[in-house]
């Protein structure tokens, strides 16, 4: 018996990086993909596995199943969250795909655009888009005919399509967020205003836990007078660490040792479309053991 539990978790052990990358991308949330991990290798303990020809498939589709049952309770929490509702960021400097052959429905922008579509269509997306499975796979997954796969993965990418801008290279990504953070720090309005787009967005997440903007801060000009106005005590004695957030580049603000947020800018051409603000401390936890290490 010994024995059989071992290979049971040597198999698990196998794809758990493919596992948590799949619940992540359908829950964002680190600690709730943790859960549905957990709760996927209980299931592999309790299955008849001589029974299970393909081990890797049918974890996948434990996971998938289990994320979607998880976002569809999710998504009545999020009605009622307090402020703007932001992905839980999670580190990638060793994992720059988190399980995935590749690094598709990762980075913040497309993760919030992604609450928007089903339970379903979010799930044949992340499978097909980050991880390849063909939709025979899919069909089976997700429990539809293989045209409603197509269909479903079809219709994830129209409605992503028509919200996303072209995305830049990590290089400029890394040259706006630095200049946005010296820009930030002392105030200065009129660089603000030069880094970001007509329409660009402030969200800042903090759960109704900590102060923060609970609307959306919309417009160059809003947004440049938003982050001057609290310059002079937000940047007071705080240390700034690059990271590697999402397969973005990053920083993680900490204060007397302690990390209370993470600050990614989403840019398309050579300005910047959002400025995210991940504040709450409860979905801290990742960036904060990177932080401490």
């Keep these: 018996m010994e024995g ?25 949330s680190a600690s709730e993909a943790e859960d549905i991990v957990q709760d996927a290798w209980l299931r592999w303990q309790g299955t008849d596995r001589t029974a299970v020809l393909d ?21 009545a929490r999020r009605e009622t969250y307090i402020g703007p509702w932001l992905p839980e960021p999670v ?10 052959e590749r690094a598709e429905a990762l980075g913040f922008a497309v993760l919030v655009m992604l609450e928007r579509l089903t339970p379903t269509e979010r799930a044949a997306y992340v499978l097909r888009e980050a991880f390849a499975y063909d939709y025979s796979q899919i069909c089976e997954i997700v429990q539809v005919s293989e045209a ?7 219709r994830a990418r129209k409605h992503l399509a028509g919200e996303r801008r072209r995305e830049v290279t990590r290089h400029e990504q890394h ?10 720090k002392t105030g200065d309005l009129e660089a603000l205003e030069q880094l970001f787009t007509e329409d660009v967005v402030s969200y800042s997440d903090g759960g109704g836990v900590v102060r923060a903007s609970k609307f ?15 310059h002079t005590h937000f940047w007071e004695g705080v240390d700034i660490e690059e990271a590697d957030v999402n397969g973005q580049p990053s920083v993680i603000l900490s204060k007397a040792g302690s990390t209370f947020a993470v600050v990614i800018v989403v840019a398309s051409g050579d300005a910047i479309d959002q400025v995210l603000w991940m504040m709450n401390p409860h979905k801290l936890a990742a960036v904060a053991l990177r932080a401490a290490a």
């Design 175 to 184: 040259r706006l967020l630095t200049a946005f953070l010296a820009a930030a």
């Design 55 to 75: 081990p890797p498939a049918f974890l996948a589709t434990v996971t998938t199943r289990l994320s979607i049952n998880a976002l569809q309770s999710a998504r």
């Design 91 to 100: 580190d990638t400097s060793n994992d720059p795909t988190l399980g995935a």
């Design 4 to 28: 059989t539990i071992e290979a049971a978790l040597d198999t698990f052990r196998a794809v758990r990086p493919r596992l948590f990358g799949i619940a992540y991308r359908m829950l964002g």
């Design 148 to 154: 409603a796969a197509r269909q479903l993965v079809s």
């Design 216 to 230: 959306p801060v919309v417009g160059r000009v809003r947004v440049a007078r938003f982050v001057r106005a609290f």
